[in-house]
């Protein structure tokens, strides 16, 4: 027998419980276990007949006196030590529900856990059913290996599925990461390519002439279109899958080319100006507006982006709770500076609401300066207005970086022990 597999405790023979949890023997004294007579071990030891020492272990050797338990013998050293010492400690290294689950079968409840540990340990179970409630963000991007089994029996099953883990995992293959960075690449460049036709020397081009910056627009245009329409068809649901967030992204940055298209070519068939056509110009202008969009399609290859977004949609009560004070607060200041400023000539708060912009700009601690109050009393409000707005501001930060780096602590692939060794 190994060194350490059996531990020894002065006492009596007579006194002296023998207990083998997960092949690892203790010899505890009887009166030690019955300090807490309501758990497991302790209910045991009062047993009677051997039908009830069978209900609460898994085996029991009446010639040796010793109860055998196959449960994690990790843990209950932990438990262990609570019937010795009365302090109740865990262990980091292990799962919280895990942990949970073994000390509840030892009949110990997880709020026995001393302080230190607790607070801790409720945060980690409590972030870990946020996660598992809201979904793990890298279902919408990796592929799952539980979705590659809907490809049975379905159509050109293999060469789907190919697809779709060519184009939806980037580490499947050099081919797939290839994919990635090309689509990053057209992404960054359609992007830019916005940018510069938006200055003047690029914008004023005639009607008759294409530009090259045109041009790249529909190159780029016509790869996210293939691309998407890939995607569509590989999708083991195709249903489901228009339905996820990053499709509606690429929908939204793909169908304003094309609905703007349509409307310039009715445009150029009616020479006649009147309002409907001065109304379509409108709804082109903010269809052209909405490529903006394509930049939200980085968050398929980018991880920071993709965590900005798990972390807002897990803190929406936090985000909206900042909303709900900051709103308040903009109403409180605004009425308060206006009522401090609406006797001063020069004072440009001269009403409630556009007290609100000053509020705003001074709460969120922007300051343009171009509204600010003239007398004394409007500049003490406005320093309660400025010092509210630091304090608001400041506290969730500390609940959404918590949450942001739970994302990355979750979606952060871990090596396997046996893989790191040598």
């Known amino acids: ?15 002296l419980i023998n207990l083998n949890v997960g092949g690892i023997q203790h010899k505890v004294e009887r009166c030690v276990l019955l300090r807490f007579p309501n758990t497991r071990v302790g209910q045991l030891i009062q047993c009677c007949s051997d039908a ?16 055998y338990f196959d449960r994690s013998p990790q843990v209950f050293h932990c438990v262990l030590n609570f019937y010795r010492t009365g302090h109740f400690h865990a262990l980091e290294e292990l799962c919280v529900f895990y942990f949970s689950q073994e000390i509840e079968y030892w009949g ?41 089994w809907r490809f049975e029996g379905t159509w050109c099953s293999e060469e789907r599925k190919l697809m779709w883990q060519t184009l939806e995992d980037p580490s499947h293959s050099k081919f797939s990461k290839g994919v990635a960075v090309v689509s990053v690449l057209v992404i960054l460049t359609s992007i830019v390519a916005m940018c510069i036709h938006s200055m003047p020397e690029f914008r004023h081009a005639t009607d008759s002439e294409h530009s090259v910056l045109d041009s790249l627009e529909v190159i780029c245009i016509l790869f996210f279109s293939v691309e998407f329409a890939l995607r569509v068809v590989a ?9 996820k967030p990053l499709n509606m992204i690429d929908i939204a940055s793909i169908l304003p080319f094309y609905v703007t298209l349509a409307f310039e070519s009715l445009d150029e068939d009616d020479g006649e100006e009147n309002q409907s056509l001065v109304n379509m110009g409108k709804v082109v202008q903010v269809l052209r507006l909405m490529r903006v969009f394509r930049v939200l399609k980085l968050a398929r290859h980018s991880e920071g982006v993709r965590a900005f977004g798990e972390t807002l949609k897990n803190c929406h009560s936090e985000v909206g709770l900042l909303i709900l004070i900051i709103t308040v607060g903009i109403s409180f200041f605004s009425t308060f500076i206006y009522y401090t400023e ?28 171009d509204v600010y109050p003239h007398t004394v009393a409007g500049r003490i409000v406005a320093t309660l207005c400025i010092l509210c707005g630091l304090l608001v501001v400041s506290f969730p930060t500390t609940i959404i970086m918590n949450t942001f780096s739970k994302y990355f602590e979750k979606n952060t692939p871990r090596r396997c022990l046996s893989e790191a060794k040598p």
Request: proline fraction near 5%; glycine fraction near 6%; charged fraction near 25%.
């Open 1 to 15: 027998m190994m060194y350490g597999q059996i531990l020894h405790h002065q006492g009596r023979e007579e006194d």
């Open 52 to 67: 009830a020492i069978l209900e609460l272990c898994d085996d029991y050797s009446p010639t040796e006196r010793e109860y």
């Open 108 to 148: 110990i409840c997880e709020l026995d856990l001393e302080a230190c540990c607790l607070d801790w340990f409720l945060e980690r179970k409590q972030n870990a059913c946020g996660w598992s409630s809201s979904g793990p963000s890298s279902e919408d991007i990796l592929v799952v290996s539980s979705d590659l």
């Open 235 to 243: 999708a083991p649901r195709p249903w489901r899958f228009l339905g």
């Open 342 to 369: 609406k006797e001063e000539a020069l004072s440009k708060l001269s009403s409630i609401p556009v007290c609100w912009w000053w509020a705003i700009i001074s709460m969120t601690t922007v300051g343009y300066g």
